[in-house]
């Protein structure tokens, strides 16, 4: 079964900028926040520290269709795009919550790290992480792109 | 002659996260500064208040070659991509000065909107920015793609 | 019966620094979030444009006791200090949550301003609000301090 | 003679909030910001990995006198308030720079800690780092408290 998830938040005061909305950039945050929120449902620390494993962000991407305020509810919704021997790519949407309306579709791949050593140098993902990573389904990434 | 900006600065300590580098949101942050910096240096602000026009961005992206750290010093290089009657296309590199070496390459599409109505709709680009807003050769943008 | 407010949420990626710790200018986010939350709770919007109504901070300040770090539970725990006619003073202790010990201890004083006229200017606390904030006693301000 | 330091920027845009002023959790970070390029001048280091010390804040104030806006110009000034054997008291001025006009005034205490053990434990500031920090008259703190 694909793997899903979905984190609901409210905007903060200083994530929106003068336009009145929520800077861009935060977005990505939002992104990250799920993907770790994800990891954290099953039973996985993303602690670069602890795990000896890192996530380096070697890609990410959003389209803005709506913008959301100060307060407003929204829901990251992150499915799995596609798994590769050392790297995922995750695909991310961002809904409004009350009416639901879709506000960004994201993307972001990230590599799997090993930090031991002081350097980072690429590494297979290991396969109690990778078990959990089942891809989306063509229809279900399409629907929304 | 294509339009080119470039902005150097260095890396705040609260742009750093745990993994001991700039975390990858505030590349989108730094893209936005050097744009912003292009139309000061052209005389224009882009302050949505004041000049009643915004430019929010509807799509956004980043690709990491090689993490900033701490202190250290940066250029972010802006080119014109493509420039259509409402929306703006810029390319930006992310350029470690000592020793140079390219850390990161982004996209931005921005529209122009008016927001003198309360509400933002999209309009044609003011002449008086178009004419600043000459498109980088494809040699330009293809090198480093 | 003295106001009391709590809200309870986990550390972020993007808000640690590379000194693998929250970055302490997250702590006054912290507090001015569970702020906006005690209101929401009272039904009350802090939504500046939509209420007329603003908050601006004159004076923030932060005891830090021990660092917050990436994952760990928080909780911001929110009382009044006092209640003047056009200003009021929140008390903060931000608790990590397992085992339970203080991290920070914060001060916040804001304004109430109006904001229909453009400017802003000093307004006495409509009542609506005001019943609903009652300073805490001595002793509960006190063991922290 | 007393050291005194002092830093220009602009504001940027991701720095406001939905109020289109600075948000106030950011004037910690320009005194930070401040406070690093103080020892950068200096030819020191703030590099904690680098330099085997650490100097995590235990308090932070900030009285907001006038709103920073976005494109303001504006002038952190830091200066030496007190210096004890393991931790130094800065004082900050935060001006704005057309006209000149005091936006913001701040304290922060700071301890020297080693942090080649893993854990931070306080250290006396070495005597190379001393001979720089020179308190400030009580004339010069008294004018703007």
Redesign the interface.
């Known amino acids: 079964m694909p793997s899903q998830f979905s984190m609901t938040r409210r905007v ?3 994530e ?6 929520v ?4 977005f ?2 939002y992104m ?2 799920a993907e ?1 929120a994800f990891y ?1 449902s099953l039973g996985f ?5 602890e795990s000896k494993i ?1 996530w ?9 269709r709506l ?1 959301l305020r ?2 407003e509810e929204f829901e990251v919704e992150l499915l799995i795009e596609e798994v590769r021997s050392k790297a995922v790519r995750y695909r991310f949407h961002i809904w409004k919550t009350a009416p639901r309306a879709l506000a960004a579709v994201g993307e972001m791949v990230v590599v799997c790290v090993n930090l031991s050593a002081g350097k980072m140098h690429a590494i297979a993902i290991p396969d109690s992480w990778k078990a959990h990573l089942q891809p989306a389904s063509a229809d279900m990434l399409e629907t929304l792109k």
């Open positions: 903060a005061f200083s929106t900028d003068l336009a009145g909305i800077h861009f950039a935060n990505y945050r990250e926040d770790h954290r620390s993303v602690h670069p520290v890192g380096p962000r070697v890609k990410a991407s959003c389209d803005f913008p100060f307060e």
